[in-house]
């Protein structure tokens, strides 16, 4: 009886301890400013598409005021790369408050 109850805390203390280490961090929203500045980053891009594409990339902003891209959700390898060479460890004149936040950006290219 003892063995089982002993079995049975352990297991409790496990699942706990996981739930807690795997909880996700809150995304904030993208202000208009930092909108505009990965859109002009983003311009006149080398990439030619037979249709429009999209893609979910999500990023944060280190002490340097560089944005750094944590990943990019898209169907396409060719857009993923642009997205990362155009917009990783770029500089940004922005407030320091968005230091450390991470943001989920959509971006849509047209063809």
């Known amino acids: 009886m003892r063995k089982i109850s002993l079995v049975f805390l352990s297991a409790v203390f496990l699942v706990s301890t ?4 795997t909880e996700p961090e809150p995304v904030s929203e993208v202000s208009k400013e930092l909108s505009s ?3 002009k980053l983003l311009e006149n891009q080398t990439i030619s598409v037979k249709e429009d594409l999209t893609a979910m990339v ?3 902003i280190n ?3 560089e944005i750094v891209v944590i990943s990019v959700e898209t169907g396409d390898a060719n857009l993923e790369q642009v997205i990362k060479s ?3 460890y770029e500089k ?8 450390g936040k991470l ?3 959509p971006v849509r290219v047209t063809a």
């Open 37 to 39: 500045k990965i859109t």
């Open 92 to 99: 940004v004149d922005l407030a320091p408050q968005h230091a």
């Open 18 to 21: 996981s739930l807690s280490a």
């Open 63 to 65: 002490e340097e005021n």
């Open 103 to 105: 943001y989920k950006v």
């Open 58 to 60: 999500m990023i944060t």
């Open 86 to 88: 155009r917009l990783n």
